[in-house]
């Protein structure tokens, strides 16, 4: 099992990046997805999910500027996250939960797997 995310960089206030959430080793649309993203000196914050039934979920912080969707064909998931704030620079990461229903989005304790992360940082 293997996830790897990348996209991230450096982005003025305001820009967008999109990540992705290249799973090998399995199926990921079989199970939920999520992305956490932690700071420097911060917790770790549960960002968003995508459910198997493809359902998602937002933190109220990214709610609106954040969108999910997947790629079956290419067994990726990616985070479009648009409008970047300062707030937002953090390491990225996504995971895999096998509850697929996304009731542990909150929780990265409780999923199952979480692969490397990347950085992104929203500078001017």
């Known amino acids: 099992v293997q996830l790897q995310a990348s996209g991230g960089g450096l982005v003025q206030p305001g820009g967008s990046l999109r990540l992705s959430c290249a799973a090998s080793?399995?199926?990921?649309?079989?199970?939920?997805i999520g992305w956490i993203r932690q700071a420097p000196g911060k917790e770790r914050e549960g960002v968003s999910c995508?459910?198997?039934?493809?359902?998602?979920y937002y933190a109220d912080s990214v709610k609106g500027r954040f969108t999910l969707s997947r790629d079956n064909a290419k067994n990726t998931v990616y985070l479009e996250m648009n409008n970047l704030k300062p707030e937002d620079t953090a390491v990225y990461y996504c995971?895999?939960?096998?509850?697929?229903?996304?009731?542990?989005?909150?929780?990265?304790?409780?999923?199952?797997?979480w692969g490397l992360g990347t950085q992104v940082t929203v500078s001017s």
């Open positions: 995971g895999l939960d096998t509850n697929p229903y996304g009731a542990n989005w909150l929780h990265p304790e409780k999923f199952d797997y």
């Open positions: 995508l459910t198997r039934a493809g359902s998602t």
């Open positions: 080793g399995f199926t990921l649309d079989y199970y939920a």
